[in-house]
């Protein structure tokens, strides 16, 4: 019942309101959460400092600032001597007054720059002289006004090639090499980034100076700024660190390209700054600017792999903390952003609310970023006869591998981060491979795949029905699994049967189980008639519930007396979650009170009385189970809530009708409710038992468990 869609718990919810509550925002921004990593910054225009509802996201989440485009050379000084500082003034004041600190960007950069610094009155390029002059008198100019408040610069943006050819040089034919062929690059190569450098250090020799540029993870690309910055370092120009732009998508680049990227970068600087961070919902990248600002409506799928994009992303930032000390989103929001609302390029959309992958960069886990996964997987023992994959190892990690080899994207609903499961990764042979985040829950889960936006079966393993469809299942080794392991002891049989049900006009299914014993002797047996939960239908209890291991373990080791099992369907799955609150399980308790049960007692030997029959379920079974038990108390004597809600002293008319009542959840559920309720039943004269599973949720190890402890306190 543990699905991608937490359909059970929306239903418990709904239910008796005990399941887990929904994660709170803790009311700590972005820069709180890495005030041991690194300072968090956005990129603003006017709007976003004179808006109130966007100053207040700004003061909670970022304690850097870039202007977007208000300290650029070309609306600074669109000709010489002429300078504008109207906007980038009122950014800088903001940042005084609100006491965040400023990035300089930028001071020189081919696009975006006053012609005058390159061209004269006639057009024709300046010479090198001259260009230098205006570089310096432009650079002085802007440095010296917002020296008290910007603590780095991007000095030189964008001058390293993209790769391949590079057009021509005055003087020079046809040629490649490592940087942008730019008017200033033609003027006076590579000397005019020196120049900058240099004329900035003079303004200012306690600001970082930056190198910035886009696709600065591209191994080709990263060579070239790794070679440039090298090289001119070991010449004494005074670049401190390596602005690495991050306007990157859902696909790429590969988090090892990043880290790689980091590593290299980190040899030769101390500082580097993830300078104008988006991810984009396309495949272009970087400085591409045929941008699809239509991209239309967003996927799940493509929500699911921007988040996971962004979560990786992080990781390698936080893993390189000593050398990145600056992450600096492009832009407030998708409104904002130079991508266009519908590439949904950030956390904050473009109503300024946060959007799910805000609180996966913020609520990280960092024990998971330094966790060490043991090589000690072996394939999953709900794995098809033959079949590897998946894998799960002594920890609880779970690995994939899926061969598809034309698919864009691949998906494993099961993961941590409420990123939607596993994004898996395309590895050097073409096969999608992943391991999840970290631990999972013991015991059974459910799962599939989702590739190109297409639901899959898991082709290595076993299907449960769960999630109203047959899902993949795989099973994480629990501790304490001897409960429900398959063991040399006498079995009990679980068989189909059918009967008619006159009130729906069908015939309908139930698994009966019976125990060792049935049919050695004339005995006759007690009753349990266990209801699935939501999603799910009769198979649950003996497939993946184990109810019949469960039970012939129990009965072995002398630690109950032999009953009967029933499990049917439960016609829950017809509830549309819009409508949960018309559920009445009137016609379900029908078919069970008024036609199962006669049937069962009429072709097995029962003890066909109230005392000896019990009814319980999970989640939605449970709540079944509350309506039904309170409705008709003259047919069960026993009643059990797994995952299910609580009863109330008040909701028991007459206590003599109940011989006791059994409560549970999962320790990650709502413990605290299930233990005070079953201490007000007890309070109130009630024979009451509670059970909280240690270490689990809503999910199929919690009702295993809850089943083994329940059994022992039935029909005594």
Known sequence: MKHLFKFSVCALTFAMSTATGTAQNSGTG????????????????????????????????????????????????????????????????????????????????????????YQDEKGNPVSKEKLFANMKHHITAIMERYKDVVY??????????DGGWQGSRPGMGQQ?????????????????IKKAFIYAREVDPDVLLFYNDYNAADPGKRDRIYNMVKAMKEEGVPIDGIGMQGHYNIYGPSMEDVDAALTKYSTIVKHIHITELDIRANEEMGGQLNFSREAGNISPVVKTLQEDQYARLFRVLRK?????????????????????????????DENYKPKPVYNIIKDFDPALD???????????????PGQQYPMVNSQGYASFRVVAPDAKSVIVSLGLGGRGGTVLRKDKEGVWVGTTDGPMDEGFHYYHLTIDGGVFNDPGTLNYYGSCRWESGIEIPAHDSDFYAMKQVPHGNVQQVYFYSKSTNAHRRAFVYTPPTYG????????????????????????????????????????????????????????????????TAKEFETVLVDELIPYIDSNFRTLADKKYRAMAGL????????????????IFNYYGLLSGG?????????QNQVKSIFISCGSKENPDGVTKAVNDLKAAGLKATSYVSPGTAHEFLTWRRSLYHMAQELFK
């Open 176 to 192: 490649s090499g490592p940087y942008r062929n730019s008017p200033l690059y033609q003027i006076a190569g590579d000397e005019f």
């Open 646 to 654: 609580t009863y109330a002293p008040s909701d028991i008319k007459d």
């Open 619 to 634: 989640s939605m079974g449970g709540f079944e189970t509350k309506l039904i038990t309170l409705r008709r108390p003259e």
């Open 30 to 117: 972005l820069k709180d959460a890495y005030k041991d990593y690194f300072s968090i910054g956005v990129a603003v225009n006017m709007r976003n400092i004179t808006t109130p509802e966007q100053i207040a996201i700004i003061k909670n989440d970022f304690n850097s600032i870039t202007a977007e485009n208000d300290m650029k050379p070309q609306p600074t000084e669109p000709a010489y001597g002429q300078f504008n500082w109207e906007n980038a003034d009122k950014i800088a004041d903001f940042c005084r007054s609100n006491g965040i600190k400023l990035r300089g960007h930028c001071l020189i950069w081919h696009s975006q720059i006053g012609q005058w610094m």
């Open 152 to 161: 780095a610069w991007d000095v030189v943006n964008e001058a390293i090639s």
């Open 320 to 348: 390189h903390k000593d050398v990145v000390d600056n992450v600096t989103f492009w832009n407030l929001s998708d409104r904002d952003s130079w991508l266009g609302a519908r590439n949904y390029p950030l956390p904050y």
């Open 370 to 384: 330094v966790a060490e996964v043991k090589e000690d997987f072996r394939p999953s023992t709900l794995n098809q």
């Open 520 to 583: 050695k002797d004339k005995k006759k047996y007690p009753v349990l008639y266990l209801q699935h939960g939501w999603g799910e239908d009769e198979t649950a209890w003996s497939n993946q519930g184990y109810a019949n291991l469960i039970m012939d373990n129990l009965i072995a080791e002398g630690k109950i007396a032999p009953f009967i099992i029933v499990m049917t369907y439960g016609m829950t799955n017809d509830i549309k979650f819009g409508r949960l609150n018309e559920f």
